[in-house]
């Protein structure tokens, strides 16, 4: 997870001769957009969960041992599951939900971090001459090819090692106009170091919940999570002023804009 973070800073220091901290946008001035962009990614699991109930066979259990998570847990005996979940304070959705939220902020915002210096660090930096849609675009394909190897083996979409591939590249895509946008708001890519982190950390939440579907339709990662993603994007054109705000950030870090 942290080649990124280390080609970043060879291309950077070593073949560009620049300074890395600024250029990268490595500032730890907090503003509310590092609030946004810890919160949206909770938004995003619980809007995602809702989403995935309009499909097919797939409903919400509030009984944590019929929840698609349990798959992963096949081993445990079924009694032994529901036993560990009855002594839980809250449904283990809040509790996934909060911990997932925090982990940006902690060990996840840190893995997070090694991956964002080199997309929306360098490869943000390099591409902003194109324009804020297309160069989100870009990174976005760069960001799900990168997932490649990871994906083949079973990582997010086991069993579908094929059409996870063609999955996570669309879903990045969707995902990085979202991602680069709270990045440039905040001027910082510490801010989506935290939303990728809070993102890795509540992927799961909807699992928790749901019961029917599979990986490649449901949960945020599956169709499911596609289309809030898709609606997102649609907020941001019709509210957001993306175009608008990348010219702002292009001429404070003195980048030459597209034409």
């Known amino acids: 997870m942290f080649t990124p973070m280390i080609s970043a800073i060879i291309t950077q220091k070593f073949i560009f001769h620049e300074n890395i901290l600024k250029p990268l946008g490595v500032s730890f001035r907090i503003n509310r957009w590092f609030i946004i962009a810890l919160l949206l990614p909770a938004f995003l699991a619980v809007g995602t969960t809702l989403v995935s109930v309009l499909f097919p066979d797939v409903s919400i259990t509030l009984d944590?041992?019929?929840?698609?998570?349990?798959?992963?847990?096949?081993?445990?005996?079924?009694?032994?599951?529901?036993?560990?979940?009855?002594?839980?304070?809250?449904?283990?959705?809040?509790?996934?939900?909060?911990?997932?939220?925090?982990?940006?902020?902690?060990?996840?915002?840190?893995?997070?971090?090694?991956?964002?210096?080199?997309?929306?660090?360098?490869?943000?930096?390099?591409?902003?001459?194109?324009?804020?849609?297309?160069?989100?675009?870009?990174?976005?394909?760069?960001?799900?090819?990168?997932?490649?190897?990871?994906?083949?083996?079973?990582?997010?979409?086991?069993?579908?090692?094929i059409a996870g591939v063609f999955m996570i590249t669309l879903w990045t895509i969707l995902f990085s106009p979202i991602i680069a946008y709270v990045r440039i708001r905040s001027s910082s890519v510490i801010s989506a170091a935290i939303m990728h982190g809070a993102i890795n950390g509540t992927a799961m939440t909807p699992a928790i919940v749901l019961k029917g579907g599979d990986s490649l339709t449901i949960g945020v990662m599956g169709v499911a999570g596609l289309v809030v993603l898709l609606l997102m994007n649609l907020l941001l054109i019709s509210f957001g002023k993306p175009s608008k705000w990348h010219n702002i950030w292009l001429k404070a870090d003195g980048i030459n804009a597209a034409g």
């Open 64 to 161: 944590p041992a019929e929840a698609n998570v349990f798959a992963f847990f096949e081993n445990i005996p079924i009694d032994q599951r529901v036993t560990d979940i009855s002594f839980l304070p809250v449904h283990p959705f809040i509790l996934t939900l909060i911990a997932g939220t925090l982990a940006g902020l902690t060990i996840n915002g840190i893995a997070g971090f090694g991956e964002e210096l080199g997309w929306r660090g360098l490869l943000i930096h390099e591409s902003a001459s194109l324009g804020f849609w297309k160069s989100s675009w870009i990174i976005g394909t760069v960001w799900g090819v990168w997932h490649l190897p990871f994906i083949i083996n079973g990582y997010n979409y086991p069993g579908h090692p």
